[in-house]
């Protein structure tokens, strides 16, 4: 779990990820993984989740950049004390790899700022390699 702590905007940001054989194909070096991300706002002013940058790293250390507006096709305000959860995948070329980046956010006053995501692991289970 991670986040920014800057005053009173802080988010916090938990991360699952999990292996989905039934979606990979591990001869023609696709490996599927779903994860659930946990966007809690700690803080003591709302805010809006703009955009996301993920930097996705794969064994052979090939990295992917993405970016883009909102989560899932949405850009969820959060007031304090609420929470986001949503779900989405990653597909790798090697069967471990990693995930981490952040989210822009603004407070309702129109204060920009960033909540980091640590980084995490994409693994299939050692009894599958």
């Known amino acids: 779990m991670t986040g920014s702590s800057i005053g009173p905007r802080s988010i916090q940001v938990n991360a699952v990820a999990v292996y989905v054989e039934e979606r990979s194909a591990p001869h023609q070096e696709q490996f599927f993984f779903a ?3 946990t966007i809690n706002n700690t803080g003591e002013v709302p805010a809006k989740l ?3 940058h993920w ?3 794969d064994g052979r250390g090939e ?8 989560v899932v096709g ?6 304090p004390g609420q929470s986001f959860q949503y779900t ?3 597909i790798l070329k ?4 990693s995930m981490h980046g952040a989210y822009r956010m603004v407070t309702d006053e129109g204060e920009h700022f960033d909540a980091p995501i640590a980084p995490f ?8 390699n």
Request: aromatic share 2%.
């Open 35 to 37: 994860y659930t991300i």
């Open 50 to 52: 703009l955009s996301r």
């Open 55 to 57: 930097i996705i790293t």
């Open 63 to 70: 990295v992917q950049e993405v970016r883009g507006d909102g």
């Open 74 to 79: 949405e850009q969820p305000h959060l007031r």
């Open 88 to 90: 989405s995948a990653a």
């Open 94 to 97: 090697t069967p471990v790899g």
């Open 121 to 128: 692991s994409l693994a299939v289970p050692s009894r599958l």
